[in-house]
């Protein structure tokens, strides 16, 4: 199997390791030609992850339209915010027999549009053959060889069946599902639950505040994901609570850390200035909130994180309205 592998941050480079380590064919293009350059020579990422070994076999280019036409299977993790331009670029080579496999955990933030609606409006991919790839997998043990496990969604299951095969050994163990949607959506929208947990552990709350937002997190971000056409049954698998728990709680979460930095006083400017990569969950909270108010469902710590990342009000302040909002009963979806 050859795969092309668009974007060259931790985890595109994560999910190149994997596939080379499977024995496919694998090359990965990155903009930054320091990184090209790194991995072609030595291995390794100079920007991201850069104490960590990558396969022999894999390979990284700069040219983007050579990476495109290298495979039928592409990966897709470019962050959300840049797929569109970088889309555009592919229009002269995309091919009926591409099967596109995002493992880009956003919604653009102009129009709202999941990786799928955009690969169809830019590219003429149809859903059949687009795949969303998500679950709890940092890319750090990804590349260390952890048991991981993550989900293969697919309109056309014989596609995402197929391609389980393919990706999956001892390290990485997929399983095929045909909800779309509903993995793209849960993806997305974990990062904004992850942010709020890291302020509530910046603020030096316990393990009941911790509980307690995260259950109520994925239920409202289960109710988003139904109301745009998901099934809730993804939300509680891997690609819902699995991503969402582990986003949560691990210290390699960059979501987490953006989160815990603000509790502890530090500005949203200050700290992005500080990190190399994208934190997804930052535009994707202002984004779920516009499509939720489209939708017609409340999500309030989703409204609250908006206006804490807007600089429209501070962590104990938000923390304090969520709390003495009007009492409701309990339902499930």
């Given at each position: ?65 050579a990476v495109a036409r290298f495979a039928d299977i592409w990966i897709w993790v470019v962050p959300s915010q840049f797929s569109r331009g970088v889309m555009e670029d592919l ?114 709350l316990g393990f009941n505040t911790q509980a307690a937002l995260m259950t109520r997190g994925l239920h409202e971000i289960t109710r988003l994901g139904v109301a745009a056409g ?104």
């Open positions: 199997m050859k795969i092309s592998v668009f974007g060259g941050g931790s985890w595109g480079c994560a999910l190149a390791h994997q596939m080379s380590r499977r024995g496919q064919d694998v090359l990965i293009w990155a903009r930054e030609r320091e990184v090209v350059e790194g991995i072609n020579t030595e291995h390794r990422n100079p920007l991201f992850i850069s104490d960590l070994d990558l396969h022999e076999d894999l390979r990284a280019s700069n040219d983007l339209e229009t002269g080579v995309i091919r009926p027999e591409i099967v596109m496999v995002s493992a880009s955990k956003g919604i653009e933030i102009q129009s709202l549009r999941r990786m799928d609606e955009l690969a169809w409006e830019i590219l003429n991919l149809p859903s059949s053959r687009f795949c969303a790839l998500s679950g709890p997998t940092f890319a750090r043990e990804v590349i260390n060889g952890d048991p991981s496990a993550a989900v293969l969604a697919c309109p056309d299951i014989d596609i995402a069946s197929r391609l389980q095969e393919g990706f999956s050994d001892y390290h990485l163990r997929c399983y095929a599902a045909r909800d779309l949607v509903g993995v793209e959506l849960a993806g997305a929208l974990k990062n904004v639950i992850a942010i709020a947990a890291g302020i509530v552990d910046g603020l030096g998901a099934s809730a049954t993804t939300f509680r698998g891997l690609a819902g609570m699995g991503d969402l728990v582990l986003t949560s709680t691990g210290g390699l979460s960059r979501n987490r850390t953006v989160g815990q930095r603000m509790g502890k006083g530090e500005s949203l400017e200050d700290i992005l200035g500080s990190m190399r990569e994208v934190v997804e969950g930052v535009r994707t909270t202002p984004a779920a909130l516009r499509l939720a108010t489209n939708l017609g469902v409340e999500m309030p710590i989703t409204a609250a994180m908006a206006r804490l990342l807007a600089g429209e009000t501070d962590p104990k302040t938000a923390l304090r309205e969520l709390m003495l909002r009007e009492l409701k009963k309990e339902t499930t979806l």
